[in-house]
């Protein structure tokens, strides 16, 4: 089945910096979601993204299907922005989640 | 309109124990997911109903697990003689038809002690 791998694991930034987190894929995908894990476990969706490039406010995220990798951006980060990040794709099997960054945003 | 959502928000049994955990999914969402999160093993499948077909069953761990989706809405996963290694978080998540976006509902924390 498809693997999902994201980088890096672990993130530490000072409020207000922006960051890239990736996502890499092993085939091509017919879904592709990222995800914003909060501290209560709740996962809220950010983008449903299988290709293209997407933004909603501070966040945007990138698929390039080819290429088999997703990037999502996070610009002038706040201490509410922390928690992890899940990228989870599909081809024709429900989602498989990647083990997910875990932002930390220091004030 | 309202989300995903799951009963109870946690359980702690005794090993041995049946339980049985609840999802309501969106109205108007043909497809249900059950996934599983626990510390070793990362946010996992379960179990996938699309309408009325056959559920995709393939990610169940053990005979011990099951689910049925009553009248195409609320959904049941029930574990039977629960062991430790049950303890996780489950999540339960719908969408419009298969592939489409999923939405996760707030998951049942199951505590096996």
């Known amino acids: 089945g498809i693997q999902v791998e994201q980088s890096p694991p672990d993130l530490i930034l000072q409020e207000g910096a922006n960051s890239t987190l990736r996502c890499n894929f092993s085939d091509s995908v017919n879904n592709l979601q990222w995800f914003h894990q909060n501290p209560w476990g709740q996962l809220i969706n950010l983008f449903y993204?299988?290709?293209g490039t997407k933004q909603n406010g501070r966040l945007s995220a990138t698929t390039v299907a080819t290429e088999r990798y997703s990037l999502l951006y996070i610009s002038s980060s706040q201490t509410t922005d922390s928690g992890v990040y899940f990228c989870?794709?599909?081809?024709?099997?429900?989602?498989?989640f990647g083990k997910g960054t875990r932002l930390s945003v220091i004030a | 309109g309202a989300g995903v959502s799951q009963s109870p928000s946690n359980k702690v049994t005794e090993k041995g124990k049946d339980v049985e955990l609840r999802c309501d999914p969106i109205s108007g969402h043909t497809a249900l997911y059950w996934y599983r999160q626990s510390l070793g093993q990362g946010l996992e499948f379960l179990i996938y109903?699309?309408?009325?077909?056959?559920?995709?069953k393939s990610g169940l761990p053990s005979d011990r697990f099951s689910a049925e989706r009553t009248g195409g809405s609320v959904s049941t996963l029930t574990i039977q003689r629960t062991q430790q290694e049950d303890s996780a978080v489950y999540l339960c998540?719908?969408?419009?038809?298969?592939?489409?976006?999923?939405?996760f509902g707030p998951g049942t924390r199951l505590t096996v002690l």
């Open positions: 993204i299988p290709s």
């Open positions: 109903f699309q309408g009325n077909s056959a559920p995709d």
């Open positions: 989870a794709a599909a081809g024709n099997t429900p989602l498989v």
């Open positions: 998540a719908s969408s419009r038809g298969y592939l489409n976006e999923q939405f």
